[in-house]
């Protein structure tokens, strides 16, 4: 059975930043994508960030490209969000899971699959 558990959430003020984990058990990172994606109040799931295994290849959406980076570790079966300059709009539960990575005219997006974990409430204030 596959469990995500994320971390490192919190309440900053604009412009701060917040390193996110996501540690993964009953399926590995490696040979797989793992990616990052976000719920605001009121709104869809969006994706955020992806990172494939095989490269280290990483994805983001126009949202967050520059401010955020992604990494992955198949030592510690985890995936990382480290988020600069953040923005009262990234206020969201921050989801991570496991995916099949597609792009489309240079923009990515991740079809996720697999339960989801609780996230981490990051809030951001102005």
């Known amino acids: 059975q596959v469990q995500l558990v994320e971390s490192g959430g919190g309440l900053v003020q604009a412009g701060e930043s917040l390193r996110l984990s996501c540690a993964a058990s009953?399926?590995?990172?490696?040979?797989?994508?793992m990616g990052w994606f976000r719920q605001a109040p009121g709104k869809e799931r969006e994706f955020v960030a992806a990172?494939?295994?095989?490269?280290?290849?990483?994805y983001y959406s126009d949202s967050v490209k520059g401010r955020f980076e992604i990494s992955g570790s198949s030592a510690k079966n985890s995936v990382y969000l480290q988020m600069n300059s953040l923005k009262p709009e990234d206020t969201a539960v921050y989801h991570c899971?496991?995916?099949?990575?597609?792009?489309?005219?240079?923009?990515?997006?991740?079809?996720?699959?697999?339960?989801w974990g609780p996230g981490t409430q990051v809030t951001v204030s102005s």
């Open positions: 899971n496991f995916g099949h990575l597609t792009t489309v005219d240079g923009r990515a997006s991740l079809a996720p699959f697999g339960a």
């Open positions: 990172v494939t295994s095989s490269d280290g290849a990483t």
């Open positions: 009953g399926r590995t990172f490696g040979g797989n994508t």
